[in-house]
């Protein structure tokens, strides 16, 4: 039986509304110029180590004006309900600079196969997926991960992985899903303290058996400590979806070179034009572009008037395009924050009633009342030891 607003709950973690319906298009032109040079988008399907197809793409200079032979790659990891297509302005910023960009929609988002997201989990196997494929091209130098919301949270939990990663950009990263969970139930309901209920053991069981991982893993925090990539860690000051501290604790206890900029805003607001100047600045060295691209090989013939522009908004402006919500759902279109904003107050709703027993009830059958450590332990799947 499944309790109306848990149900809800479940998909905003692992099914939130899916970035599929975009024109391929809306990755750029084939060929395109920027700043008077040429260059190329090559769209390409690699299967990670589930079998599922990764829909990728990457962008270089046409071979008659590459540098070199081996170019920067930056990796560009796209939020949570988002796709590929988050990563066009990332690509007229780097591309300049002699930096290619690769990037892919996430197993279960955009239009790779995948029914559900995991926040990270299995979504660092796809990074790995493709570090690999790059490394193998021979083309590829250095290679950089660029993450934002839940593709910050994936470069996070892959940065102990690949100590050869040679830098790492992280935008509005959380630090550990259930300390967030628990900010936005606190945030999102009046309700006094944690309660448990029938729905509340619903959601963790919905999640791990349809998507196969426990919430409580997906711990950022975790992982940093052994990771020593130089990393740029960034955050809005006004983002309440996922609070700046998360990123501040982060950097706190990341082992490697780091450095932190906050910036004016909220979780899906425009970059300050500072924000992105720093993270190419912060690519640039990080990749060694420098050392690695000739200078004296950067003078290219001025690309005929046939070949369009990459014609994309300045800035980054991360406004989720939600579709219709489910069906018996939300039947709006809503952000990232709203959707699991609305599901957590269905859920808890729900929580709510289900958890004050009707008082007329035999003594068997009320609920104890639990406390927060036991609330957390059923949602999340966590037992004494994993605490």
């Known amino acids: 039986m499944e309790i109306k607003g848990y149900s809800d709950l479940w998909k905003a973690i692992i099914r939130p509304p899916r970035n599929d319906d975009y024109d391929d298009a809306e990755l750029g032109p084939p060929e395109f110029q920027i700043k008077g040079r040429r260059f190329k988008r090559t769209d390409v399907d690699l ?6 197809t990764i829909k990728c793409t990457h962008y270089e200079p ?5 540098p ?10 796209h939020g949570n309900a988002s796709s590929r297509t988050e990563a066009m302005p990332a690509v007229k910023l780097l591309l300049p600079e002699d930096i290619t960009v690769f990037t892919l929609d996430f197993s279960g988002s955009g239009k790779s196969d995948g029914e559900y997201i995991s ?6 196997d796809d990074v790995a997926t493709a570090v690999e494929y790059l490394r193998d091209l021979g083309t590829v130098a250095t290679i950089g991960l660029w993450g934002r919301s839940m593709g910050a949270v994936t470069a996070l939990l892959h940065s102990d992985r690949d100590p050869s990663i040679a830098g790492i950009v992280c935008d509005s990263a959380f630090s550990d899903l259930k300390k967030l969970s628990s900010q936005l139930a606190k945030k999102y309901t009046k309700m006094p303290g944690f309660v448990v209920s029938m729905g509340t053991k619903f959601i963790a069981k919905s999640v791990k058996d349809r998507a196969k991982f426990q919430l409580a893993k997906v711990k950022p925090i975790d ?9 740029l860690f960034g955050h809005a000051k006004e983002d309440d979806f996922i609070l700046p501290s998360h990123s501040e604790e982060l950097h706190e206890k990341y ?5 932190y900029i906050s910036f004016e805003g909220d979780h ?13 600045i912060f690519f640039i060295n990080s990749l060694q572009v420098h050392n690695i691209v000739p200078q004296d ?13 990459f014609d994309v908004s300045d800035g980054f402006a991360f406004d989720d395009d939600m579709d219709q919500y489910y069906n018996g759902g939300f039947g709006q279109d809503v952000s990232e924050e709203d959707m699991i904003k609305m599901a957590m107050e269905e859920s808890l709703k729900s929580a709510g009633m289900e958890s004050h027993p009707d008082p007329s009830a035999p003594e068997e059958a009320k609920q104890p009342e639990q406390t927060e450590d036991e609330f957390l332990a059923d949602v999340f799947g966590l037992n004494d030891g994993d605490k």
């Open 255 to 259: 082992a490697g070179d780091k450095n």
């Open 297 to 309: 090989k950067k003078h290219f013939d001025a690309p005929p008037s046939s070949v369009p522009d």
């Open 119 to 124: 926040l990270g989990w299995y979504e660092r």
């Open 223 to 231: 992982h940093i400590d052994k990771a020593f990539v130089p990393i």
């Open 268 to 280: 899906n607001s425009t970059r300050p034009a500072f924000f992105d100047d720093s993270v190419v």
């Open 68 to 77: 070199c032979k081996e170019l920067p790659c930056v990796l560009y990891l």
């Open 47 to 52: 299967v990670n180590d589930r079998e599922l």
């Open 62 to 66: 046409i071979d008659s004006q590459r």
